[in-house]
């Protein structure tokens, strides 16, 4: 299995994301948190998925473009809210995510009850594998590390 790790810590929404390939079926998992979303004053999130067309050229996300997927957050979301800010962790596992293709990801928060989403995070970008594992890391005592 392939895994790319990467953090990426996020603009207003103090957010880390992390990407996770894998041969075959892709998935990304994003992992997000805000400070200002407490237990007491709750909030949503929405996150949204872009095509690139290299990890440098990925379109510019405003509300209403249609270069940027709002993507399902009734499943694979898990938050966590605390007194000190709320954790939003989420898996992309979109059927439509191809081999070898780079995607950006960014979030926003609304307040419950509120109807204003805050401004989007900075974007995360990952590029799928493309089905083939990478080849084996030998540590220096012999063992292979994949």
Do not use: E
């Not at 994003?30 to 872009?50: D, F, G, H, K, P």
């Not at 995070?121 to 990478?134: D, E, F, I, K, R």
Request: glycine share 8%; charged share 5%; hydrophobic share 35%.
């Amino acid at each position: 299995m392939k895994r790319l790790l990467v953090f990426l810590f996020l603009g207003l929404s103090l957010a880390q994301a992390q990407v996770k390939t894998t041969t075959g079926p892709h998935q990304a998992i994003l992992n997000y948190s805000n400070a200002s979303c407490t237990s007491n004053a709750q909030c949503t999130i929405q996150v949204y998925r872009a095509t690139c067309t290299s990890v440098s050229s990925c379109p510019t996300y405003s509300a209403g473009n249609t270069s940027w997927k709002s993507l399902d957050m009734t499943a694979g979301l898990t938050p966590q809210i605390g007194a000190n800010g709320t954790t939003w962790s989420y898996v992309d596992k979109d059927a439509a995510l191809q081999d070898s293709t780079t995607y950006a990801w960014i979030a926003t928060n609304t307040y419950i009850g509120g109807t204003v989403a805050s401004g989007a995070s900075a974007n995360y970008v990952g590029t799928t594998n493309n089905g083939t594992p990478p080849a084996p890391t030998t540590a220096s005592s012999g063992n292979s590390v994949n």
